[in-house]
C-alpha cells in the first residue's frame, strides 16, 4: 500500500474527475429539510460543482491555507500531545505500566493486562512497544505461555483501539471531523468530544472481559505448556528514583483534580456554563477539555520526571514537547493533504447529493435502523483490511455516511459509535498494520520460528468474537435507548 497521503492525493484527484462529470449532467437532487432556525421542513435543491469550472479552480487556488488552518484536528493534535508527549518522554507512562503489572492480582491478572492495553490508546505507542512485550515476559514470569500474554496485551492495545475509560486525542480528531461532516447537511449542529463517553466506557470494559475470556478459554488451552526453552527472567522491579517519580506524580494529580473542582463544582463558578450553570452541556468545562487532558499530562508528566531524574528544568521538558511534535511531523503533512480532500470534496456537494439519493433509496428498502448498523459497521470492518488509520479512515467515510444518516434522521454520535465498533477488532489481523512486523519480532524471542501467520491466527479468535459480541452491544445500546454520551 502507498502512503496514505498519496492514496488522499489520488483520492483529490477521483474528487476533481468526478465533480467534472457530474456537473458537465446537471447532477442535483431535490429533498426535504429542516429549517434551524424555524424548525420548518422545506424543499432544498443541491446540484454537483466542478472543480473544473471557473468558480472551482478559483476555490482550489485559492483556499488551501484557508482550508488547513481551519481544520480543527490540526489544533486540538499539538494541543493534546504537549501534555502527552512530557508524561511519555519523561518515561511515566512505562513506569505506570510496569508498576501496574508488578502489583496485579493473579486472578485478575490477565483482565488487568487488558485493560492496561485499552487505556494505552492515550499513546499508543506506550502500549505496543512497552505494554505487549511487558505483558508477555509477564505471563512467563508466572509459568504461563508467553505468547498468550502478548496476545493479550495486543488485543487490548489494538483490538479495543477506538474506546477508552477517558477521551483521548484521536476522539478529539473524530470529533472535528464528524462536525466537519455534520455541517455540510446542518451548520448549527455539532458532536461534542464526549458524545460517546457512556458507550465507550461501557465497551471498555466489556470488551475487556471478553478479551480476557478469549485469552484463557480460547487462546491459551490452544497453545499449551510452554516449551519454547526460554527461561524465565528475573522480574524488572521499580528503582527508587521511579517510586519516587510516581509519588510525586500522585500528588500533582491530586493538586490538578482538585484545583478543577474548585473552579467546577460551586455554582457560578468559571468553568461551568455562565447562561445555564450546568458543566457537561455548553460549558467551558467541556469546550476547554482537550486544554485539561493536556495540562493533566503536562503536570503529572512534569511532577513524575521531577521526582524520577529524567527532568531538571522547564527547557528540557520543552525539549521533550518538541521532540514530540516533531515526531508528529508526518501526521501533520497528512492532515494538510486530508483537510484539502474535505475541502474540495464538501465544495463539490457530491457528498449531499450522494447522501440524498442513497437516503432515498434506504427509506424505501425494508431495512430499518438496526440493518443500517449492521450494514456500516460491516462495510468499516471489512475496508479495515486495506484501510488501517482510524483518522484516515473515518477522513473518506464521515464525508458520505453521517449525512446519509442524518438525512434518515439519525443522531450522528451514532454513526460515529458503530465506527468504533467496525474499525478496532481486524487492527490485530490486517498485514497493513505497522506494528504486527513488530508483533512478530516480539514473539521471536520466545518462538524462534514465529511470523506473520503465527500473529494472525493467534488474534484470530478476538477479531471473530469481538466483531460479532461488540455489534450486538451497540444494537442492544440502541433499542433500549441508552445515552451514548452527556447531551
Known amino acids: 500500500m502507498p502512503h496514505p497521503a498519496i492514496i488522499f492525493f489520488v483520492l483529490i484527484g477521483i474528487v476533481i474527475v468526478l465533480s467534472a462529470i457530474f456537473g458537465l449532467l446537471g447532477t442535483s437532487i431535490s429533498y426535504e429539510v429542516a429549517d434551524p432556525a424555524s424548525g420548518e421542513i422545506e424543499m432544498r435543491t443541491t446540484a454537483v460543482q466542478s472543480l473544473l469550472s471557473v468558480d472551482g479552480l478559483r476555490f482550489m487556488i485559492t ?65 505496543y512497544l512497552v505494554l505487549v512485550p511487558l505483558g508477555a515476559a509477564a505471563f512467563h514470569s508466572l509459568e504461563r505461555h508467553p505468547l498468550a500474554g502478548l496476545a493479550a496485551a495486543f488485543s487490548g492495545v489494538a483490538a479495543v483501539f477506538l474506546v477508552n475509560l477517558f477521551v483521548t486525542p484521536t476522539d478529539a480528531l473524530l470529533a472535528e471531523m464528524t462536525n466537519d461532516a455534520i455541517r455540510m447537511v446542518d451548520p448549527a449542529r455539532e458532536v461534542t468530544l464526549v458524545g460517546n463517553l457512556y458507550f465507550m466506557i461501557a465497551s471498555s470494559i466489556l470488551m475487556g472481559i471478553l478479551c480476557t475470556l478469549i485469552t484463557e478459554k480460547i487462546v491459551e488451552p490452544r497453545l499449551g505448556p510452554y516449551t519454547g526453552g526460554v527461561p524465565v527472567e528475573a522480574a524488572e522491579g521499580i528503582t527508587a528514583e521511579q517510586s519516587k517519580g510516581l509519588r510525586y506524580a500522585g500528588i500533582a494529580l491530586a493538586v490538578f483534580v482538585a484545583v478543577v473542582a474548585l473552579l467546577t463544582a460551586p455554582t457560578n463558578s468559571v468553568l461551568r456554563s455562565p447562561q445555564t450553570g ?210
Not at 500531545?81 to 492480582?105: D, F
Not at 438525512?407 to 465498533?421: E, M, S
Not at 497493513?432 to 513488530?438: D, M, P, S, T
Request: hydrophobic content about 60%; aromatic content about 10%; glycine content about 10%.
Open 278 to 487: 450546568e458543566i457537561l452541556s455548553g460549558s467551558p468545562f467541556m469546550d476547554g477539555l482537550i486544554i485539561q487532558i493536556s495540562a493533566l499530562f503536562f503536570t503529572v508528566g512534569f511532577a513524575y520526571g521531577k521526582g524520577a531524574g529524567t527532568i531538571k528544568d522547564l527547557t528540557q521538558a520543552i525539549g521533550m514537547i518538541v521532540k514530540t511534535f516533531a515526531g508528529l511531523a508526518g501526521l501533520i503533512f497528512l492532515l494538510l493533504v486530508i483537510s484539502q480532500f474535505i475541502a474540495f470534496f464538501s465544495f463539490t456537494n457530491m457528498a449531499t447529493v450522494l447522501a440524498a439519493n442513497l437516503a432515498s433509496l434506504l427509506q424505501d428498502a425494508p431495512i430499518n435502523t438496526i440493518g443500517y448498523i449492521i450494514i456500516f459497521v460491516l462495510i468499516i470492518f471489512l475496508l479495515d483490511m486495506l484501510i488501517t488509520g482510524a483518522v484516515a479512515k473515518w477522513a473518506i467515510f464521515a464525508p458520505v455516511f453521517i449525512p446519509l444518516f442524518m438525512q434518515l434522521g439519525k443522531d450522528p454520535n451514532l454513526v460515529l459509535a458503530a465506527y468504533r465498533v467496525g474499525d478496532s477488532p481486524m487492527n490485530v489481523m490486517t498485514p497493513l498494520n505497522v506494528y504486527l512486523g513488530v508483533m512478530v519480532g516480539f514473539a521471536s524471542k520466545y518462538q524462534k520460528d514465529a511470523g506473520i501467520g503465527t500473529i494472525v491466527s493467534l488474534m484470530l479468535p478476538y477479531t471473530a468474537i469481538l466483531i460479532v459480541v461488540w455489534t450486538l452491544l451497540l444494537i442492544a445500546w440502541y433499542l433500549l435507548g441508552l445515552p451514548l454520551g452527556p447531551a
Open 63 to 127: 483556499s488551501p491555507v484557508r482550508n488547513f488552518l481551519g481544520f480543527g484536528s490540526v489544533g486540538v493534535i499539538i494541543i493534546a500531545m504537549i501534555g502527552v508527549g512530557v508524561a511519555e518522554e519523561s518515561g511515566l507512562i512505562a513506569t505506570l505500566v510496569r508498576k501496574i503489572v508488578l502489583i496485579a492480582p493473579r486472578s485478575i491478572f490477565t483482565f488487568i493486562v487488558v485493560m492496561l492495553g485499552v487505556v494505552s490508546s492515550i499513546a499508543a505507542d506506550a502500549g
